[in-house]
């Protein structure tokens, strides 16, 4: 299907994977134009005065040292401007990350970019679109089989179990064992404390995970704010798992 605008597709590195308080540190975008021509922008940012967290710079390896000298997003937001204005836009997930970020760091620079103006073709969204993440997708891809009896729990746990036969036959080359799967499916659950992820494990230390005090360990934020843990604890819009962990962190702190 041929397009008749220019389509610009995009990535971006940053120094954490909070959209508001986080920064861009690296940003490519390759413009296809309707002619076949095309043009790229590139660029690394300093992201001062937010720091690299040492989970990003696990993920993408640009350390703040790599970013001394370079210009600050401000110095080049009319340039990133003027390269995706009039075009539609692309890449993997931009619409959950990539595009709030950047809408984050035209603010700052004093620009309020429409973004609806522009079509946007999120590979991730296509994807679950057409291959939605459920038993019934799930049916269709590993199965090849329509799901005709959704939502009907012993035919869902029959299904499941043929699903899962499936998975392990199609990525068997990718695990020696249930042991290595198990690791790699869980592991960014593992570090969890609550279900919902709002205690996490960092290293020795705990870590909240959520709202104002977000990647704070949870000695910083009692000393300054200690009634925010009585305050989760007592509070019944957060699971059960969770105002448990929170009233033992606050008597442990406050003994």
Not at 129 to 137: D, I, K, M, V
Not at 234 to 242: I, L, W, Y
Request: charged share 35%; with cysteine; hydrophobic share 35%.
């Amino acid at each position: 299907m041929k397009n008749n605008k220019s389509i610009v597709y995009f990535d971006i590195e940053s120094t954490g994977l909070s959209r508001s308080a986080d920064r861009i540190i690296e940003l490519y975008m390759l413009k296809v134009n309707a002619d076949g021509s095309e043009q790229e922008f590139y660029s690394k940012f300093d992201p001062h005065p937010v720091e690299i967290h040492k989970e990003a710079l696990a993920v993408h390896g640009i350390s703040n040292e790599d970013l001394i000298g370079e210009p600050q997003f401000r110095d080049k937001a009319k340039e990133v401007e003027d390269f995706i204005n009039g075009c539609d836009l692309s890449g993997y997930n931009i619409v959950g990350f990539d595009i709030p970020m950047l809408f984050e760091e035209f603010y700052r620079a004093g620009i309020i970019h429409q973004f609806k103006d522009h079509r946007v073709f999120d590979s991730w969204y296509i994807w679950r679109e057409f291959e939605p993440r459920n038993l019934t997708g799930a049916v269709k891809s590993f199965l090849n089989e329509k799901f005709e009896k959704a939502h009907s729990a012993k035919h869902d746990v029959l299904v499941s179990k043929r699903v899962l036969e499936a998975q392990l036959k199609k990525y068997e080359d990718e695990y020696e064992s249930l042991d290595e799967l198990d690791e790699k499916m869980n592991k960014e659950r593992s570090a969890n404390l609550d279900f919902s992820g709002k205690f996490i494990r960092v290293d020795n230390d705990i870590h909240i995970n959520f709202g104002k005090h977000k990647g704070l360990n949870i000695e910083e934020v009692f000393d300054k704010d200690s009634g925010y843990f009585k305050w989760i604890a007592e509070n019944d819009s957060f699971s059960s798992d969770t105002r448990i962990i929170s009233k033992k962190i606050y008597a442990k702190l406050s003994s």
